[in-house]
């Protein structure tokens, strides 16, 4: 089946915007997770969802961040007033189960870029 | 903080040749994960290794851990230009339960 998608592929935008980012993972897979690369670095955790529920949110910087997942499928990662650091590619993965004993499939992710 | 370092964090190769990577962590895990990133795209499942276990094999992929010395190596054997990427190991910790932790990783050249 397909694997994990991302939309966008990439997100320009200006200082102090609102933005959206979407994850659908693969059918079936109950866990998500959101990530945020920058150059140069490993995906940073931010947000873990286990269902509907975000099980472990402890990654996210600060609360202009935040993440839904209403179906327990489809995941959206929000940002409110964006800020140049913000910018970095946003990574979505799932897994089957907990992902802290199988393996996470990783989309291609969100290029943000804040202008 | 528990994130896993990668060493070196530049390697450059023959292609034939063979590539190891290195990483090390801080805390107890539950298992670790090596994953493979092509610029500019997603990163793809190498090998899960879990916390009771000491080697696996995947194809040219040999990943051992040592969890006395909280380090583990991944070994691509025979390399191949295709195999030109970033390599990330990933801990799962268990005072953590399903954060995943990446290090920085190694960026790896096969010249052909």
């Known amino acids: 089946g397909a694997g994990v998608s991302q939309t966008p592929s990439n997100k320009v935008t200006e200082k102090g915007k609102y933005v959206e980012l979407r994850c659908d993972p693969i059918?079936?897979?109950?866990?998500l997770y959101w990530y945020r690369q920058s150059l140069g670095q490993g995906p940073e955790f931010l947000i873990y969802f286990q269902g509907t529920g975000a099980a472990d949110d402890s990654g996210l910087p600060n609360d202009r961040f935040f993440a839904v997942r209403p179906e327990g499928s489809v995941s959206t990662l929000k940002i409110q007033r964006t800020e140049r650091g913000d910018s970095a590619v946003y990574l979505c993965?799932?897994?089957?189960?907990?992902?802290?004993?199988?393996?996470?499939?990783f989309g291609p992710g969100t290029r943000l870029t804040v202008l | 903080s528990q994130q896993g370092e990668e060493d070196p964090q530049a390697l450059s190769i023959q292609e034939g040749e063979n590539a190891t990577m290195n990483c090390s962590y801080k805390t107890s895990i539950n298992n670790l994960q090596w994953y493979r990133q092509n610029s500019g795209r997603g990163l793809v499942h190498l090998i899960l290794?879990?916390?009771?276990?000491r080697e696996k094999h995947s194809g040219r992929l040999r990943v051992t851990l040592d969890t006395s010395k909280k380090s583990s190596s991944l070994l691509i054997t025979a390399s191949r230009a295709a195999d030109t990427a970033s390599y990330f190991c990933a801990t799962s910790h268990s005072n953590t339960g399903n954060q995943f932790y990446f290090g920085t990783g190694t960026s790896l050249t096969v010249i052909p």
């Open positions: 059918s079936g897979h109950t866990a």
């Open positions: 290794i879990r916390s009771n276990e």
């Open positions: 993965a799932s897994s089957f189960s907990l992902a802290g004993f199988n393996e996470q499939f």
